[in-house]
Structure formats: C-alpha cells, structure tokens
C-alpha cells in the first residue's frame, strides 16, 4: 500500500522486554547503561580487490526517508541503521537496552518519564547529540500532524516534552503508557531539521550524506536502485566492519537469486521454497530458515472513510455483510496454503500476531474459529439472501453477480499463486475474482480503492504499533489527507480495548488485554490471518564470515528491530576474526520441528507491520 502499506512496516519485530525488566520498569527503577556487546574492531583497510562492500538485495521501494514519514520495512530498516532510538533492543531476546538514553525511570504515578541521554553520541556532521534534539523530534510530532504520520501513535498520550540540560529528557504523559521503553521513534538532528519547512513534501533524499548518529550514514539513494550508505567511524558502540553497505533494488526475485549465486550481491531474503532448496546445496551459500515475525493475510475494504465521515474509494458494498466475509473465508484452504505455497515454511494463521510471540500469540475458541468448509460457506450465503441463478454465477442484492477485486503485489510469488487458489475455490461459491497484480499496490490501497488486498505487518517488540494502525484514530483526517491506517478499520470496541492496554504496566494485565483486541479484530471479519511465514533467506559465506540474528537462538537477518545485523557482520576474510563483532551467530537451517521447540523455549512478545511488496512492510 502507499506509503507503502503493506508496508511490512518497518516498525519491526521481536518481543517486549524481557520479565526482570519489566519488573523493574513497573518498580520504578533505573536501568543502568553498560556494555551490552563488545565493540567491533574498525573496519579493515581494503584489501587488493578494492572496499569491502556488503550488499543487500531488496525488492521493496522505498517510501520516504524522512524519519517522520517512513513506513514500509526497507525504509525503516535503513532508519534504524542511521538514527538511534531512546531504547534499543538486545538481539538475544529483544528486551529494552540503552540506546541514545543510557538509563529512564518513572515517576511513582508512571506520568513523568526522565530519560539520561548518553554523552558520547555525535552526529555525522560532527555536531554533539543531545537530549533537545530527543526534545525537538518529539514536539514537532506533538504540534506538527504532517511529523506524526509514521510514529503518532507514540506520542499522542504525550502532554509535555522538555530538556532541562544536555544529558537529561523529560516526558510528562496524560495518562500511564506502557511503550515508554519502547518508543520506535528515530531521534533527528534538530540543527538540521528545524530548517525544514513541510514535512509533508519533505522526503530527505537530496542532500548527502545525510546527517544522523547511528552506526551508518546514508551517502547516496537513487529511487528503486539502491541505497549506499558508509560507516559511522565515531559510533559509540564500534564502526561497522564493512566499508560499505548498499541496498539493492531487484524488482524480479528470481534475477536477486541469479545475482547471489554470481555473487553481484552478498544478502538475499523472501526467498522462495524452491529458490530456497536450490540454494541450500550451493557453494558458499547459507540458508537461514526461522520463525517469521510478521503475517500473511486477507484484508477486505472495510468501507474506507475518513475521520470527517466522507467516504473514500470504490470497495464492493457487498463486502460490508458480515455474512459475505464469513462465507469468503471459509472457502479459504489455510492448510493447503501452507502446504502448497509456502511448502511447509510457514505455520497456519490464527490471530493478529504470530506464534514466535507466544505472550501475545492468541486463537479462536472452537466456537468462534471460522474454519475451512466450502459447503457452510455455500450455506451462509444462501441463508443471506445471495442466491445462484441458473447459470450457477452467485447474485448480489442488487442482483448483478457477485465478483471482487483483489490487490496483488507484483514483486510477491505468493500472492499470485494463492490468487489462483482463490480463484478456484470461490468460483465453486459462483463469486469472480479479478486479481490486480501491481508494482505499487500503496496508491490504491490508501485511496480506498479496492476490494480485498493481501496484507501483512513484522512485528515490533511492543505490540502498540500495530494494535494503532487499526483504531478510529489512524484514519486520514480527511480523502486527501495521509495516514498510518493499515485497512480503514475504525471499530469503538477495539478503540476501547486499545486505550486500557495502552495504559496498563501489569504484563500479564496487558497481553491479555491485548488478546482481547486480536479477538476483536477476528470477529469483525476485516481480515484473515491465512499464515505466518518463516523468514528464509540467504548469504555468501565467501563474502560474511558472520552476522547476528535476532533472536540469536533462531531468528531473522532481515528487517531487525535494531541495526545488529549489519553492524555485526564480519568480512570473511577479515583476519580478526568474527568474535570481535558482538554476538555473531551465523544464519542456521532449521527445521518445523526445531522451531517449534525453540518457540518454547523463548516465549517472546511481539508486533508488526505491512508490506507493499513481498518484503515486510514493516
């Protein structure tokens, strides 16, 4: 979608922090700075080929790189590799660690939150970063609605932002908020950004290298070509080990495969099952086959409004029956899409948010599961009044048959190949259904016009965010107007439930709250969660001695919440050696089974974000 919806939004990935931590987040007390990893060594010289160049292949365009505006995975993901974040997460098990606020504690009432912002952070133009520079990013968001059209969500409930001295941030709330050690918001320069005038049409692509205070900084960008980006050699925590790292643009996956086997490119993920296969048994190649953090869903036009009331868009007003979305649903095969599509490399959707964030994870009752039965679904509409005339073709209440449109991502092979199951199975139903395969599927989707889209999120370790992008309060003020709504959902119910968990510090108290919400958003019959995919993807052995996953047990390289993956990664022919580049675990083939026993044994919290290609939104 847009901006780009399905933006597997990046805002991605793992759990909340850990249960010590959020003890002592309840208990007020601080929590210390301190080397969380050992810093990497500084990047070699380069060798007799040239630089050492890392370079990562993705088919995602780009929405923006304004840290106010940027929503899809490829975006943020860079943003997470140039700005810091108050808070960042540890890539073992994702709980809250020092990032540019080396320590935070709340007040008795959790309505104060005084953060200590770390001294030893520069921006890449040279300038010391500072705690008004955390202030400035936050008041602009406050006071600007353009600044909060990515990240509002965090700082809504926010009453006052101050910065008292240099090392020192202070946030007053309206009422408790329970994402205080985990606001995704990437902190922005304020010498630089107080200059910009609309934020709106300000997309920070022209000038570089482009200031920020992460481990890289982004050199050059070139829309759906690529982005370069250089190490940070004053980082704090340790220059990257690489010369360069470039994103690549490959519109057709199977030419980013061809391009790692040649070794154009060092990193391809979304892989294929059968690209996957073909590459386990390549030279010099390394599959990694994990648990997923995002989902893979069916999203139907739920009547696309504005805030104002003002309807948006062409959706099928036959969609709006509760009983044609039910029907739709149960003429959907999950298991045959897992099976058939994804060929084992994904588990079978549920609720909201996937089963690698057991705390969050959550099913459907016997009772209240909408389970795959072709003849009930016949029935539902039957008993609708959506009959089938003689010729088999089923009618509508207007009596012209039946048919839907569907957005289809140009780039993503399964969505094209679970179209045609689709296809298949509601044709049996008398329903039609034409399959808009696009390069952009955002611009139709935010305008509201389609029927059904295949939609997905990654998941962040607090699942607010995406829990935010279904409430009243993401809608676009007006048609014309930007947003951070995934699907046009506007449900009082939900808005409440998202309100109380919002507030709520207990975890136990909030993850059932949460659970309430995804029982909620099943019920509604906006959307179906068909699967959740793994992350499979590969790298050149040849060309990454090491790289970090997250979680280290058995997670992703791609779309990360943080910058451990290509911070980390050693060059295989630096003599140094991989242990120098923090928690190094290499990508490990893993089987279901495994999986499911490691999924156990970690028990993590999660949430996500859409996609607009095949990649995670994040």
């Known amino acids: 979608m847009s901006r780009q919806p399905v933006r597997q939004r990046s805002r991605s990935s793992l759990v909340l922090a850990s249960v010590a931590a959020s003890a002592a987040l309840v208990a007020g007390s601080v929590i210390p700075a301190g080397p969380l990893l050992p810093g990497p060594q500084q990047a070699?010289?380069?060798?007799?080929?040239?630089?050492?160049?890392?370079?990562?292949?993705?088919?995602?365009?780009?929405?923006?790189?304004s840290p106010f505006l940027a929503q899809t995975l490829t975006a943020t993901s860079v943003l997470?590799?140039?700005?810091?974040?108050?808070?960042?997460?540890d890539p073992k098990d994702a709980h809250a660690i020092p990032g540019f606020a080396t320590a935070w504690k709340p007040s008795a009432d959790k309505l104060t939150w005084t953060f200590t912002i770390r001294k030893d952070s520069k921006w890449s133009d040279g300038v010391q970063a500072t705690s008004e520079d955390a202030a400035w990013t936050f008041n602009k968001m406050m006071t600007d609605p353009d600044a909060a059209t990515a990240n509002g969500n965090f700082t809504s409930n926010f009453k006052k932002v101050t910065a008292p001295d240099p090392t020192t941030l202070v946030v007053e709330l309206k009422k408790p908020q329970a994402t205080m050690t985990a606001?995704?918001?990437?902190?922005?320069?304020?010498?630089?950004?107080?200059?910009?005038?609309?934020?709106?049409?300000?997309?920070?692509?022209?000038?570089?290298p482009i200031v920020g205070n992460g481990?890289?900084?982004?050199?050059?960008?070139?829309?759906?070509?690529?982005?370069?980006?250089?190490?940070?050699?004053?980082?704090?925590?340790?220059?990257?080990?690489?010369?360069?790292?470039?994103?690549?643009?490959?519109?057709?996956?199977?030419?980013?495969?061809?391009?790692?086997?040649?070794?154009?490119?060092?990193?391809?993920?979304?892989?294929?099952?059968?690209?996957?296969?073909s590459l386990k048994s390549a030279d010099n190649i390394k599959v990694n086959d994990a648990p997923g953090r995002r989902f893979y869903a069916l999203a139907t036009n739920p009547g696309a409004k504005a805030k104002n009331g003002k309807k948006m868009g062409d959706g099928n007003p036959a969609l709006l029956d509760p009983a044609v979305r039910k029907a739709l649903f149960e003429s959907v095969d999950t298991k045959t899409i897992v099976d058939k599509v994804?060929?084992?490399?994904?588990v079978q959707g549920a609720g909201y948010i996937p089963p690698r964030f057991s705390s969050y994870f959550w099913r459907p009752t016997d009772s209240q599961q909408i389970t795959y039965d072709p003849a009930k679904a016949a029935r539902t509409l039957d008993q609708a009044g959506y009959k089938k005339n003689s010729s088999g073709t089923r009618l509508g209440k207007d009596g012209k048959p039946l048919s839907f449109r569907i957005l289809c991502h140009a780039t993503d092979p399964n969505d094209k190949a679970v179209s045609k199951y689709l296809q298949e199975w509601w044709s049996k139903l008398g329903i039609g259904l034409k399959v808009d395969?696009?390069?952009?599927?955002?611009?139709?989707?935010?305008?509201?016009?389609?029927d059904l889209a295949f939609d997905g999120w990654s998941v962040n370790p607090d699942p607010d965010y995406v829990l935010s992008i279904h409430t009243c309060g993401a809608l676009p003020a007006t048609p014309e107007a930007s947003a951070a709504t995934d699907n046009f959902i506007c449900d009082k119910q939900y808005d409440d439930l998202y309100g109380k968990q919002l507030a709520e510090y207990d975890p136990a108290k909030r993850a059932d709250l949460v659970k309430q919400m995804e029982s909620r958003l099943y019920d509604t019959g906006y959307m179906n969660v068909m699967a959740y995919p793994n992350a499979v993807e590969a790298y050149r052995t040849d060309q990454i001695k090491s790289i970090t996953t997250m979680p280290e047990a058995a997670g992703n390289i791609w779309?990360?919440?943080?910058?451990?993956?290509?911070?980390?990664?050693?060059?295989?022919?630096?003599?140094?050696?991989?242990?120098?580049?923090?928690?190094?675990?290499?990508?490990?083939?893993?089987?279901?089974?495994?999986i499911v026993v490691v999924l156990a044994a970690l028990g993590v919290f999660v949430a996500m974000r859409r996609r607009s290609t095949a990649e995670d939104r994040e």
């Open 80 to 89: 997470r590799l140039t700005n810091e974040y108050l808070t960042n997460y």
């Open 44 to 65: 070699q010289a380069a060798d007799s080929g040239g630089k050492k160049i890392l370079t990562v292949a993705v088919s995602q365009s780009v929405d923006s790189l």
């Open 342 to 346: 994804f060929q084992g490399h994904a």
């Open 437 to 450: 395969c696009l390069d952009n599927v955002s611009d139709p989707w935010l305008a509201g016009e389609y």
């Open 215 to 277: 481990p890289f900084t982004i050199t050059d960008f070139k829309v759906d070509q690529y982005i370069k980006l250089k190490p940070n050699k004053n980082f704090w925590r340790g220059a990257p080990k690489f010369d360069e790292l470039d994103f690549k643009y490959y519109k057709d996956q199977d030419a980013a495969v061809a391009a790692l086997q040649k070794g154009e490119v060092s990193f391809v993920s979304n892989l294929t099952p059968a690209q996957a296969a």
């Open 559 to 594: 779309g990360q919440d943080g910058y451990w993956s290509w911070w980390s990664a050693v060059p295989a022919d630096d003599a140094a050696g991989s242990g120098s580049g923090g928690s190094s675990s290499t990508g490990v083939v893993i089987g279901i089974a495994a």
């Open 183 to 208: 606001l995704d918001v990437p902190i922005v320069p304020k010498h630089i950004w107080e200059k910009v005038g609309d934020l709106a049409k300000f997309n920070n692509d022209k000038t570089f």
